[in-house]
């Protein structure tokens, strides 16, 4: 029976008791009210196990619940320690990126750099080449309009042909001068 049942039921006896007046006394039914105390007596012991059966059930429900907060407090923990690695090997893989970017540009610099320097000394060379090779085409113009001249004074005063001579304002290149027959525009 519940204590509190049992509580209202004593009240109730020493409500319904008789009063004498003049005093603090109260008639009550002596029987009904040990049977109400030992009833209370009974009910006591089962109020009290029900009441630690309840703050076991307490303990058990928030050792659980903190058993739970650790679990989850462990998993936020390795989730962040996860993340924070994460967050380090990309750091990591975008500084080797921007390094290795970096390395190609220098390369492709050093390259073009090297390209250009190859390209200026091939013109170079072409433009000696063609020089020299302007040089004897001057040279051999000015040697055959020599030669038809002197041919034309030789076969004006003399009447005859004569031997050419070799005109002695002829430049010569650095190296020997070959002169070779190069086809006219009539041809």
Known sequence: MDIQHLVDRLEELFNAGK????????????????????QMRISIPEEIEKAKRVIRERDRIMAQ??????R???LAREKSETLIQRDAITQAAQARAASIIEQGRREADSIRRDADQYVMDVLSDLEDALV???????NGISH??????AHSRATSTHGAPTEIETPST???PEEPMRIERLPSRRE
């Open 65 to 70: 619940a903190n058993e739970e907060a650790a």
């Open 19 to 38: 009063h004498i007046p003049f005093t603090t006394y109260t008639l009550v039914d002596e029987q009904r009210a040990l049977e109400l105390i030992d």
């Open 170 to 172: 002829l430049e010569t």
């Open 72 to 74: 989850i407090r462990d």
């Open 132 to 138: 020299r090779t302007l040089t004897v085409v001057r």
């Open 144 to 149: 055959v309009q020599q030669e038809a001249a």
